[in-house]
């Protein structure tokens, strides 16, 4: 799927990370929430409250989820799921395109 109809988007940039990595908020028409985003080169670790999917569209990533000792390397069109009240290491060395589809 390369675009989200009929939804709305929240105008309030979300910007983590003293901007490495940028992010807007979209409505699915069911009340559901997603983040489209870029992170930008650097390591950073990202809690979660809910379950997350995280969908790479574009760039390249290395993951470490909580729990795990060895970090795994994701490209556009592969994704990664990371479960509720817990922790991901991130590692970007050139911009990272994706999209955060909340469960």
Known sequence: MSQFDQVSVVKQANVYFDGKCVSHTV????GSKKS???IFPS???FNTGAPEIM???GGTCKVKLAGESD????????????PGNSKFDIETVE???????FG
Not at 27 to 30: F, L, N, W
Not at 95 to 101: A, F, G, S, T, W
């Open 36 to 38: 489209v985003g870029v």
């Open 27 to 30: 409505v699915m028409a069911d």
């Open 43 to 45: 390591t950073l670790v």
């Open 71 to 82: 970090w795994k390397t994701y490209t556009a069109g592969q994704q990664f799921a990371v």
């Open 95 to 101: 911009m990272l395109d994706y999209v955060c589809h």
């Open 55 to 57: 969908e790479i569209n």
